[in-house]
């Protein structure tokens, strides 16, 4: 094993009650995070994407090789290109590819194959997986914890991008292989998700069962 450089590394020093009032406080702005699924087409400066986009790279991730690739999609054209790939796939999801199950579950959320949003908002991120290429990008180097750590790296982009006052949306067609023809992505990567970026219509709602959270006891248990 090679040896490694170190450097100093610190947090600010706060009181207990700075730390839980910080916590709650966050706490309490993301929990007004919902899926929209109603968007306007009113602008969104590039500059809170890229700083998205930066705060979603700092996630942990396997062996420093930070595993994702976020392709900013903005011109209609593509946009166009994406929704209809989208809706092609999703016409079939609904027409038999989803179980009965599924669909019964999917219900209370009012979705359908008709995916209008991919238009309307202004910006769509899609979010590679990167299998293959290091921290260098050469498309051999293998990466590790790739899924765990994309996973993470959106979670970040999506809190940060909610804190910048922006309606979010992640969809997931299945399967996602046009989008690394559209985008312009190696084979090596894998496509994860499309998260919409834009604000809410004025018209917009979300369902209620969306609101619906499990409590504390139900998602936490302590040994």
Known sequence: MQPHDTLPYALPHLTD????????????????RRSCRYFSDAPVPREVIEQAILAAGSAPNGANHQPWHFAVVSSPEAKRAIREAAEEEERAFYA????????????????????????????LIVVFAQRKGGIEEDGQTQNYYVNESVGIACGLLLATLHEAGCATLTHTPSPMGFLRSICGRPEHEKPLMIVVVGQPAPDATVPVHAVRKKPLEQIASWL
């Open 96 to 123: 038999g590819k989803a179980s009965e199950e599924w669909l019964d579950a999917l219900g209370p959320l009012g979705t359908d194959a008709d995916k209008p949003f991919l238009e309307t908002a202004p910006w």
């Open 17 to 32: 009650q700075e730390r839980i009032t910080r916590a709650t406080e966050l706490r309490e702005r993301l929990a007004m």
